[in-house]
Every structure is written in C-alpha cells, then in structure tokens.
C-alpha cells in the first residue's frame, strides 16, 4: 500500500513517469512443502495465492504492477549468477 501511494504521488505531483515492478517469490521451500502436503504443483499453489493477493490488493484500491517478475521464471539466470559468484 505504501509503495502504491509513493507511486501516485510521483506520477501525479511529481510528473514523473513510474514503471512499477514487483517481484513475486513464487518458488520457495515453503511453498514447495505445501505444495506436496496438497498433493498439487507447485505453480498451481503459487498462482492460487498470488490471484488471492492481487484482489486484496484490488480490493484496497491499490495500482497493478505494470512488470510481474516471478523467481520460477527466472531460476536459470539465478543459478548462473550464484555460479559466477562462486567461480570468482
């Protein structure tokens, strides 16, 4: 909610121009782990509860993002990136 008021006030009495992306962490242990006591895919509890989270958020009046970076969708680049930091 906080992020959304900043984000209004910049836009609309600062004039500036905001593109607005949230990460969504969609992939963790946790989800993992409840994922399999529900006997279901992982992805399919991530998107229940990220659809639940959105029309909170809707339901608060808050802005949608205008970017979704979810972790699943970037597992590669991130194990790449932690092998680089290894490798140094």
């Given at each position: 909610v906080?992020l959304?008021?900043?984000?209004r006030?910049?836009?609309?009495?600062?004039?500036i121009?905001?593109?607005?992306?949230?990460?969504?962490?969609?992939i963790?242990?946790?989800i993992?782990n409840?994922a399999?006591?529900?006997?279901?895919?992982?992805?399919?509890?991530?998107?229940?509860?990220e659809?639940?989270?959105?029309?909170d958020?809707?339901?608060?009046g808050c802005?949608p993002?205008?970017r979704?970076?979810?972790v699943?969708?970037h597992?590669?680049?991130?194990?790449?990136y932690?092998q680089d930091?290894?490798?140094?």
């Amino acid at each position: 909610v906080t992020l959304d008021i900043l984000r209004r006030v910049a836009s609309r009495w600062g004039g500036i121009e905001i593109e607005f992306a949230m990460g969504v962490t969609d992939i963790d242990d946790k989800i993992i782990n409840r994922a399999n006591e529900l006997e279901i895919d992982f992805q399919e509890l991530a998107r229940r509860e990220e659809i639940e989270f959105f029309a909170d958020m809707e339901a608060l009046g808050c802005l949608p993002p205008d970017r979704l970076l979810r972790v699943s969708e970037h597992v590669h680049d991130i194990v790449s990136y932690i092998q680089d930091i290894i490798d140094q």
